[in-house]
């Protein structure tokens, strides 16, 4: 008893540490920008991921009970409740909630590992582990402070599922069934798109079953009860349910029925679809397409948003192990001792899956690393303890673990030091989407890229058409459109999107009174417009926007933002539209070059990356292409930054050149750029009186006002 009270004061002494060592790793993001105003709103810095705004819009709706119909606000979300709750019950403003919650919760994977550790007998290995996992690369940089996301808690909560699977399979322990099923509960009510580790862990349980225990009844169990905590019912019936399994299987006279527990619980599994979340994300990060083709109606072709996703693209070697072990030896160093730990340790061969998961970041995206971090931690961890255990005195037993574990850690270390990742939005843009809050209406919409909806929603509480969740090629399609053509057929499908926006939104609200065959179908907003307008091809719908056709009656106001930083994706931007939706062609992308690095020697201009502008002749040298310059115009602001331009035009056909003085930014564009409603309205305020107002305008920032 004396020992195992010991024993136990050790595990928290460990856990305490290392969730301080954590805390204390983060926050030095928040003293390197200690004081710097840009970064800061309302006394306190700013989150630094867009998608964080879209769980801080989600709790402060449901703070303030205030939700209008629509609005995408997440208020029945898991990230969102965690936060409204600690908002409400700590004694900080939301701000400070919403920048540090990230720290505190990202840092409770040190407990699971430790415990797991604990269940090996091999605290030491355990607390090491805790220590790297904690700070991992890829791990800090998606908990880090001001990174509000459901990663905050998507590796600590498999990581109890792991624990509570080992001591499962190691005890046959009625608790320890109750743990599993609550784990997963709370996983997939966190993160819904658990499945697809979930049901791996199942199946090399399964798998583990039938080849070496398949007489343990416990380990059949063990399966039904994870099935059904997996299968897609609502939880109000799924927590009777299982705790109706758990009484059965308490019960002697129900063993014999075990089987066919097991088996009407992967059957309901299948029935409910749970075997499609797992697939839909097979296609989305392995199989996707370059072009996503709709199904129904005129089966448009649509540029799939998987490809512009860095975290999403494949990565090179380095990075991948960089950001699983901090560095490539470590990382080599963490295989082999994983490799000898589960030689050691075979219950080990249960976190198999997240290294799986991690390891599909070799092909899917870097976004996946992050699962691997803890278990791997544990291969290195193990080695060092291993080593330690054979040195001749304590003295050099933990000379030896504190050597080694710094050297694993540094390399960590210093990547968080040097990694200083801005905030999502600067306070002087924030102060104009906070601006635009107190002009628009609530179920007004505001037009920008969807890198930018979850802030503007946030700060302007309003609507908007895209967002970092709602970017598919057919949604994006429309916006691109809209920033990337000229003004009077980007001013137009502004307001055509917004009105079947709202449009489709009535249809489905009134399916879901309706029968399955009765239901009416919804297509994309662009293909529901063609047909609308008696057009058989798309593209003749495009073209028709050129023309005086009648628009649909204005229900809301529409506000566009356009800031400055869009420069840097506009191409991307442009991508979305940029494609033939009847057979899927991508066109000819616009010629539009950015350059923020330049030097001038005489009359000579070099952008970088063999673009050279010849002042004097007025031309630009693109590789072995001599183009003219058709338009030199510079853009400053002068006082009381008040917005100025010069402009040489010839007349000769040929290019653009912007030189953006107070931005030292130059751009070489084509006339498509040029004219676009992007380029007219932010970078020149060039825009028509007859369709747009100028509402709000800055350097970093400019918003104006769809008037038809």
Same mark, same amino acid.
């Given at each position: ?25 983060? $926050? ?114 998606? !908990?880090?402070? /001001?990174?509000?996301?459901?990663? $905050? ?15 499962? &399979? ?44 398949? +007489? ?34 308490? #019960? ?21 679809? /749970? ?202 399609? =429309? ?41 009416? +179908? ?48 506009? =191409? ?27 030097? #001038? ?21 693109? /590789? ?13 602001? /002068?006082?009381? $930054? ?22 030292? !930014?130059?751009?070489? &564009? ?6 676009? !409603? ?20 800055? =350097? ?9």
């Amino acid at each position: 008893m004396n020992s195992l009270t010991k024993e136990t004061k050790l595990t928290l002494l460990y856990i305490l540490l290392a969730f301080t060592f954590s805390v204390a790793m983060r $926050m030095i993001w928040y003293f390197n920008f200690s004081g710097y105003e840009p970064f800061m709103f309302n006394g306190q810095f700013m989150i630094n991921t867009n998608d964080g705004y879209f769980w801080a819009e989600g709790a402060r709706d449901i703070i303030s009970g205030i939700s209008q119909e629509n609005d995408l606000s997440p208020i029945t979300r898991a990230a969102s409740y965690i936060t409204a709750f600690f908002a409400i019950v700590m004694p900080f403003s939301f701000e400070s909630v919403i920048l540090f919650l990230p720290v505190f919760l990202s840092s409770l994977i040190v407990i699971p590992v430790i415990l797991i550790a604990k269940s090996l007998n091999n605290l030491e290995m355990g607390f090491i582990a805790a220590l790297l996992s904690s700070i991992a690369w890829s791990y800090y940089n998606r !908990t880090m402070v /001001g990174y509000l996301d459901t990663d $905050m808690l998507n590796i600590v909560l498999p990581m109890f599922l792991l624990w509570a699977i080992i001591l499962a &399979i190691k005890t046959d322990e009625d608790k320890y069934l109750i743990i599993t099923a609550a784990s997963i509960l709370i996983y997939t009510w966190w993160y819904p798109k658990s499945y697809a580790l979930e049901f791996s862990f199942f199946a090399l349980i399964f798998f583990y079953t039938l080849l070496w225990d398949r +007489k343990n009844l416990y380990n059949y169990k063990l399966l039904a009860i994870m099935m059904f905590a997996m299968i897609k019912i609502g939880l109000l019936i799924k927590v009777p349910l299982i705790l109706v399994i758990l009484y059965i299987f308490k #019960q002697d006279k129900f063993q014999k029925y075990i089987y066919y527990i097991l088996g009407t619980s992967i059957l309901l599994f299948l029935i409910m679809g /749970g075997i499609d979340p797992i697939l839909n994300k097979l296609n989305a990060y392995i199989f996707a397409n370059k072009v996503v083709v709709a199904q129904d109606g005129f089966k448009l072709h649509f540029y799939a948003v998987m490809q512009t996703i860095r975290e999403a693209g494949q990565i090179p070697f380095e990075t991948f192990a960089n950001r699983i072990s901090g560095h490539a030896i470590t990382f080599i160093i963490s295989i082999i001792g994983f490799i000898y730990l589960v030689y050691r340790e075979k219950i080990m061969l249960f976190a198999l899956p997240m290294i799986g998961l991690g390891f599909l970041a070799s092909i899917a995206g870097l976004r996946f690393t992050i699962y691997a971090v803890p278990i791997l931690a544990f291969g290195v961890a193990f080695l060092i303890a291993e080593i330690a255990r054979v040195m001749p005195t304590k003295k050099l037993k933990f000379l030896t673990i504190f050597a080694l574990t710094l050297a694993i850690l540094y390399p960590n270390y210093k990547h968080i030091e040097a990694y200083k990742v801005p905030t999502v939005f600067n306070v002087d843009e924030v102060n104009v989407l906070t601006k635009l809050g107190s002009i628009a209406d609530k179920e007004d919409y505001v037009v920008g890229w969807w890198d930018y909806g979850y802030p503007i929603r946030y700060y302007s509480d309003v609507k908007t058409l895209v967002d970092g969740g709602k970017h598919s090629g057919e949604v994006n399609f =429309p916006v691109s459109f809209v920033l990337t053509n000229a003004q009077e057929v980007s001013s137009k499908m502004a307001r055509l999107d917004v009105e079947y926006r709202e449009k489709a939104f009535k249809v489905s609200k009134i399916n879901q009174n309706l029968s399955k065959d009765k239901k009416i +179908k919804i297509f994309s907003n662009i293909e529901q417009m063609t047909k609308d307008y008696d057009f058989n091809d798309t593209n003749d719908f495009l073209l028709s926007l050129e023309t005086d056709i009648k628009l649909p009656e204005k229900t809301r106001d529409i506000y566009f933002y356009l800031p400055y930083r869009m420069l840097d994706i506009y =191409p991307t931007v442009k991508t979305f539209s940029n494609i033939d939706l009847m057979n899927g062609k991508m066109k000819n992308q616009p010629l539009f070059y950015v350059s923020k690095r330049f030097k #001038q020697e005489k009359n000579i201009v070099d952008l970088g990356r063999g673009v050279l502008f010849n002042f004097k002749d007025q031309s630009v040298k693109i /590789g072995d292409r001599n183009i003219p310059v058709k338009r030199f115009i510079k853009t400053s602001y /002068g006082k009381n $930054m008040k917005f100025q331009k010069e402009m040489q035009e010839s007349k000769s056909n040929g290019i653009t050149v912007i030189y953006m003085k107070n931005y030292n !930014t130059f751009l070489v &564009i084509d006339d498509e750029s040029y004219y676009s !409603t992007y380029i007219q309205l932010m970078v020149l305020e060039e825009y028509d009186k007859s369709l747009f107002e100028q509402v709000i305008t800055n =350097p970093h920032v400019k918003v104006y006002k769809l008037k038809i």
